[in-house]
């Protein structure tokens, strides 16, 4: 059984969005969310420090989420990736009810 990550709701001055962000226990339950693949990078002048990501393909080319980005959805279905900062000052999370 999969687990469904916690998926919230968010305001900014465009439509509201669903979101999560992306940490160690959610990545399976985040990667298959948001139809992306975990995928382990690793850097020509740091061999041994690999990096789990989810890979993204979008109409807009491969993205990758790191650990601790926000994985959005719009209204229209569609995921992007944002930053922890990027995202905490777009964003405004909508409380049940609201």
Request: aromatic letters at 10%; a negative charge; proline letters at 6%.
């Amino acid at each position: 059984m999969i687990d469904t990550p916690v998926v919230r709701r968010y305001r900014t001055n465009g439509p509201d969005v669903e979101a999560v962000r992306f940490v160690p226990l959610n990545q399976r339950e985040v990667a298959d969310w948001c139809h992306g693949e975990l995928t382990v990078l690793t850097k020509d002048d740091e061999p041994n420090r690999p990096e789990l990501v989810i890979s993204m393909k979008t109409v807009d080319g491969e993205f990758f989420i790191r650990l601790g980005d926000h994985v959005v959805k719009t209204d229209n279905n569609v995921f992007y990736p944002c930053n922890d900062g990027r995202f905490n000052s777009l964003y405004e999370e909508i409380e049940d009810g609201a």
